[in-house]
């Protein structure tokens, strides 16, 4: 069986990330990558790492055949994908959103948070959020996901099945997220020059990130009620990684170990989720390149304060790797298929 | 003037970082720097920066005429300064101890925390914390000195202002704090190789930290009454930086802007604490290398809960910088000297 | 088919590259990773990235059923293989060993430049040297197969065309290579942490390399008369990859656009050498975690002096990735199999 | 003694470092740091580093009193100083130029390396080239320095002596050179972005840099007679620093150690340079932040080819550090003043 795919913005690292993926999937066939920018010229020329294995030509959007391919991916910025899917959607393409376009259900969130009214608010509600360890049974036959942005992978994954159980205080949730540099996408940005990035370490957007209505979003989708949450983000000098340190109090006496039994149970069924044994702390390293999102609970000197540690790859589990994730479901393959790789240590 | 001056244990990493000080310190006579494994052999043998700056050998501790030293820097691992202290106060040297030896006031802590008894318990009450932004007064005539440990420096200078005022609830405050490699200390372990610690991120000691009690001794001073502290430390994959990320929950009405001003107030003539204009956020690179803690306080969403930035350079402010600082202060010296260089930036 | 194999010494960087690459080899059963300082402990607790993917754990090398194995990999330290070798061939086992032991012709020249007597210099003729480029055909009916150094995959590669076709001056060749830090294996020394190896660069081994003997030994015999070279190595914070800078003279009159056609042609059937069209240079990061080794050709303004550029990961393609290239040869399998990932960029 | 110093477009790296050095420079008064975009902004809030050290705003060129300057330094890009250093030098300022407009004594060689004609070939005569262990009497009384380019700086020092004495074959030198990323500046590319240039290494510009023809023009003056060179620089994944690996050919019997002693004789009165001891190889880190350039010399296996390593902090002796040791010697201070700083290691 083979699929065909089409990627829209492939020069981005979500772009790249889903070709490399995509390219050694047993059921794909890729069709097309759009840039505006790079049209005419080969993937592989722009991407080293994909000579020998891509050699497609990015190709203008307007050119691209997507309405023939049976999956369309979109990599672009915010404020793309809520003009273009439609247009596919109505040809029968089943739509896979990298971007924030269809995060929020609300349209009015929305635009106080990107800045742009939105385009499709109409298509909000139709938007499947493409947390499969949430939204599994609805991806199946969903026309049009939304990926979660990588942020909110990790944090809600690492704060799920508390507030699920209603064991903390959803009021005064804490969210401190470490991301490499790869979060920030292949901007030239001074900010994010080897010279000014590395050997360093600082917060941003500490006032309000664009990833805080949506985690809060999905956070009290899952507490049953509206959430309080402080997340501050720091960028951190590596490419790919993301570390989520999640603080909440305790509202019932419960140990460490009561609760891992309880994210255990919780992700019995999930393929990337893989909560670790008592005392282990993950590294994202063990995380680059996998879509795996590994977990550890800790309640530090039998307090009442519950610490989780979230890693995963923002690249992998935080975007194209979910994406792809995602995409298994929707056409009822192996969910896993394309996404075996273990990760690169060292 | 010229003041003598011994380090103890000078192959590590704050040991260098005191040579790299105290080599262009213009009150400063190095006589000793002691190193059993290495006796006999040149100090810029071991560190390549040091040559043309310092032309010292090693000498073994038993055989450097310490006594004859009017300060001595103790930059050894935990146990050894609580041994050899008390010969040299004796001797009429002022000690300052970059270890843990003479932090904790209370034996029976210590002991817990760091596995040993205490050799010199008597001592305890003599020592003065080496916090100039608390103990300067008492510095001044100090005969011992416990040196801050590094992210005991970074999360008291940041919290300090919120506590002596009684603005936050002292019982459950936060500390996530990410440290560069060097906090780990110069020793030939797998897991801080580069190919081990570069390019990746993760918690460590998140049961309990040593510096735990260490910090909550001091906030709990600056309170006035015992608080509730989770501290979570990260390595980070750089050399040198801590960054750390404070929480508190606002017992008060108050605005950011109010808070910076008290911090603005509090810190008014601390010639190495700045604190930043609001909305600014402090990076680790632009105190590497320079004894600066840098200070920024957030009130995201105009909520409840204080978020408070504070970098240091973990071996400068954080070891040997506050170090010379203390030296400093004992002898009547410029609070400054040596220590006007700038951060390395890039 | 599944193939029994086995790995002695499986706890440094190319034991655990081995066991990344052989878990999703398609015609592999893992049987045995041996060790004896972790013997019983989970291979997955040291390497965290192997969990859900490997779930073996260490056995002592004795214990280990190693001649119940269809092939060996020997990722021990120099001087084991040598000792354990024979045992198994004698019982039927195919053997690739990864370190030095058998890669040289001639034991006196090993025993000067590792210091030791060789325990099998009888093997030395039999053992192949497993550079797939040269010796593809000797290599399928192997029983003992002397993997090549990281360096000398790289350096060989790169002068190969220019010396078996005798266009340049063969008696003063220069190889200027750069290393990540995990070509010096995973050992706790000083030298290699983080503190000490990012952020800074440097020759090491200037005098002379335990490689130099192996890349002349490989390169007089494409030359068919024996050559000389400088070899000088340099230690790169990164994790992985080798960077080879070669100099040579052309003895005859050839244009870039020559020498790259020659190129492409002695390579034109390699399944993981990649030549690239002029101008193009190739970077390390584009081969990371894949078996392909890139190169370049240059020379610049048109004068003499021939510059090639040869890339690899030097735990792939330099060690475990071209031992399971030589072990798909061995055994008759798709050359490629298992070694199909494409390179994590970024 | 109070000398008024300005800096023409103080915005990127040689600037922000020109502005670290001067700002502790003892006989130093900074007036002006121009820039046009940042025209009226601190220069703290651009540089956090400089935060507590300097209080100047950028101001716009035009509207900058660089006339009542002593001296002025030019940080900006090629092109620039051409144009505006006559007018200074008619008002009696001396100019120091970091950029590459004096540093070519052809003017047609100029244009054919930076693609535009120069603005004003009859200073070229006049200008001095900044390397003050070559021209140190003339720089005392020079109106005009063209400060030299890192790698030129790193790769003259390296081969003078052996050029002077006419020791190796000048017509095929060997220069293979490793620049840390800030070399290229503080300019917003794609590939200088941690995501591209971290954990990877590749040679750029093998085809021809603009450095050669300046490098060159030194070597030949120093040889005597034209000479030959190939040049190829690299991209390192670190911030700071130039490690140049030199090969030439001996053309008489001479042994690392005559060698040796050659360099120590050569630059026994130099400040800034440092010859290592027999088989001591120096690190990039160990000159950090410093104005050091430290050499040692090789004759690997005994043979004809003559390996030098040079190594330079590229934004210190390579760029600004020079230009004040540059300043110093013409204003007849010490020349080591504003430049005594030990590296900054680890």
């Keep these: 069986m083979s699929i065909a795919v089409g990627i829209v913005g492939a020069t981005g690292y979500t772009g790249s990330e889903l070709l490399r993926l995509l390219a050694l999937h047993p059921d794909v066939e890729l069709r097309a990558a759009t840039s505006r920018?790079?049209?005419g010229q080969s993937v592989a020329g722009l991407f080293q790492h994909l000579r020998r294995h891509v050699d497609l030509a990015f190709v203008a959007p307007e050119s691209a055949a997507l309405k023939e391919c049976d999956?369309?991916?979109?990599?672009?910025?915010?404020g793309t994908a809520m003009r273009g899917a439609k247009e596919l959607l109505d040809a029968g393409v089943r739509v896979i959103d990298l971007?924030?376009?269809?995060r929020l259900r609300d349209a009015g969130e929305w635009q106080r948070w990107y800045g742009m009214e939105h385009a499709s608010p109409s298509l909000l509600n139709e938007a499947v959020y493409g947390l499969p360890e949430v939204n599994r049974a609805a991806l199946r036959s969903a026309r049009l996901?939304?990926?979660?942005?990588?942020?909110?992978?990790?944090?809600?994954?690492?704060?799920?099945?508390?507030l699920e159980r209603g064991l903390v205080d959803q009021s005064r949730l804490i969210a401190d997220a470490k991301s490499?540099?790869?979060?920030?996408?292949?901007?030239?940005?001074?900010?994010?020059?080897?010279?000014?990035a590395s050997e360093s370490f600082k917060a941003y957007g500490v006032a309000g990130h664009r990833h805080l209505p949506e985690i809060s979003?999905?956070?009290a989708a899952a507490a049953g009620k509206s959430?309080?949450?402080?997340?501050?983000?720091?960028?951190?000098?590596?490419?790919?990684?993301?570390h989520a340190t999640l603080y909440a109090e305790l509202t019932t006496a419960a140990t460490a170990e009561d609760l891992r039994a309880l994210y255990v149970e919780r992700y019995a069924a999930e393929p990337f989720v893989d909560v670790m044994e008592p005392g282990l702390m993950p590294?994202?390293?063990?995380?680059?390149?996998?879509n795996f999102c590994r977990l550890s609970i800790f309640i530090p000197q039998g307090g009442r304060t519950v610490v989780v540690l979230s890693v995963i790859d923002n690249l992998v589990k935080g975007a194209a790797g979910q994406a792809v994730q995602n995409f298994n479901i929707m056409f009822g393959l192996d969910e896993q298929a394309g996404l075996s790789a273990i990760a690169l240590q060292p």
Tied chains: 1, 2, 3, 4.
């Design 37 to 39: 920018d790079m049209a």
């Design 145 to 162: 996901v939304a990926n979660p942005g990588c942020y909110p992978t990790a944090v809600q994954l690492g704060f799920l099945p508390l």
């Design 180 to 196: 490499g540099a790869s979060g920030a996408g292949r901007k030239a940005e001074v900010g994010l020059l080897l010279t000014e």
């Design 227 to 242: 959430i309080g949450l402080t997340f501050v983000p720091h960028l951190t000098p590596m490419i790919r990684g993301i």
């Design 283 to 290: 590294e994202t390293r063990a995380v680059r390149g996998s």
């Design 217 to 219: 979003q999905g956070l």
């Design 71 to 78: 999956a369309v991916f979109f990599a672009t910025p915010n």
């Design 99 to 102: 971007s924030a376009d269809f």
